[in-house]
């Protein structure tokens, strides 16, 4: 006799089950957001209000209002309105756009590693600056253009010699290292071959720094900033959809080059600004995507790593101000050296076979 077919017995799971579970996930991950996005707000205007009230010159909450309002106080007005305001500002902005372009690299080429200070696209800003300073002395509004026009070739470089073969994930990133080596080299021969008061000017260029905020450098990052919102906005859903795989996103009728050309142009805007202002403050990008996602459960999300690049150029800031007394540290000398062993720590603990496009 032969035996009897086990037949499974089991239902069918309940398809209102499977959606309320969904549905739960789903609020589960909006609070989580909701509480991630709010702590960070706090801890950045915390962090603001700190850069701008506390240090060698301490201002109380009422004097400020009044300073805001217009009242003239004696000796607070210039430091304050001139000074400390202006540098906090430019912390603030320069923080959320590179967190900002951080997000969208690593998310558009699903890497952790695809940050524009490791592709090139910073050292293209700074190459820009560099080459009109030395090259042809120049100064004030020119030199931002410069960065500008030098961050913009960079990138559409990069775009172009990654594009046959996608620009997706390690080959992108592998042209843009090998871009930013050659950055670095042009750099460096033309400072040796410069005198000291003009290497002196380009030093911002490399480094990052927020000692020469002005009122005019940040009305060109703001202006930056505004015209890419609506891109980003425009393009932020998209970029939800390409971690899925080129022939995925495809599928769910996502024309993937148009989209990543477009993020690309978004992300360029985003680091060339702040870069323009500020010159490459080292690592923003890069650390906080990934900070991010850990705080949002593994979720991308360039609100919240906007936040962290403001929270950590704030932070970084005021600790480079008052870390050596009687002297003022660069911030992208601090933030430089947390992030190098932060990149070390996540080469080491990449996942084999992690998405490499």
């Not at 050659?182 to 000291?196: E, G, M, P």
Request: proline share 5%; charged share 10%.
């Amino acid at each position: 006799m032969t035996a009897p077919l086990l037949t499974s017995t089991a239902s069918p799971p309940d398809p209102a089950d499977v959606h309320a579970r969904i549905a739960a996930v789903r609020r589960a991950g909006r609070r989580r957001w909701a509480l991630v996005t709010g702590g960070l707000t706090v801890l950045v205007v915390g962090l603001f209000l700190c850069r701008v009230l506390l240090g060698d010159y301490t201002v109380t909450v009422p004097d400020f209002l009044r300073l805001l309002a217009g009242e003239n106080i004696p000796g607070a007005r210039f430091i304050v309105m001139e000074s400390k305001l202006p540098r906090a500002l430019m912390g603030l902005l320069t923080g959320l756009s590179f967190g900002a372009a951080g997000a969208v690299f690593q998310t558009m080429l699903r890497n952790p590693l695809a940050s524009p200070d490791i592709i090139g696209i910073s050292l293209g800003s700074s190459a820009g600056a560099v080459i009109a300073i030395v090259t042809f002395s120049a100064a004030g509004a020119l030199v931002p253009v410069a960065a500008l026009t030098g961050a913009l070739v960079v990138a559409l470089t990069i775009f172009a010699l990654s594009r046959r073969q996608s620009t997706a994930g390690i080959r992108m990133v592998l042209v843009g290292i090998g871009v930013a080596a050659l950055l670095q080299a042009v750099i460096v021969y033309l400072l040796s071959r410069t005198d000291v008061y003009r290497a002196n000017d380009a030093l911002q260029w490399i480094i990052g720094s927020l000692n020469g905020a002005t009122w005019e450098r940040l009305t060109l990052l703001g202006l930056g900033l505004v015209l890419a919102t609506p891109g980003l906005i425009a393009f932020g859903r998209r970029l939800q959809i390409l971690p899925l795989g080129d022939d995925l996103a495809a599928g769910l009728g996502l024309n993937v080059a148009r989209t990543r050309l477009g993020l690309l142009v978004v992300g360029v805007a985003l680091t060339a600004f702040p870069t323009a202002a500020a010159g490459p403050i080292a690592f923003i990008a890069l650390l906080s995507g990934p900070i991010a996602r850990r705080l949002n459960a593994g979720r991308a999300t360039i609100v919240v790593a906007a936040l962290v690049g403001a929270a950590i150029v704030l932070a970084a800031d005021y600790a480079a101000a008052y870390l050596i007394p009687g002297s003022v540290v660069p911030v992208g000398v601090l933030t430089g050296g947390l992030g190098a062993p932060f990149m070390l720590w996540l080469l080491l603990t990449r996942r084999t076979g992690e998405s490499e496009g």
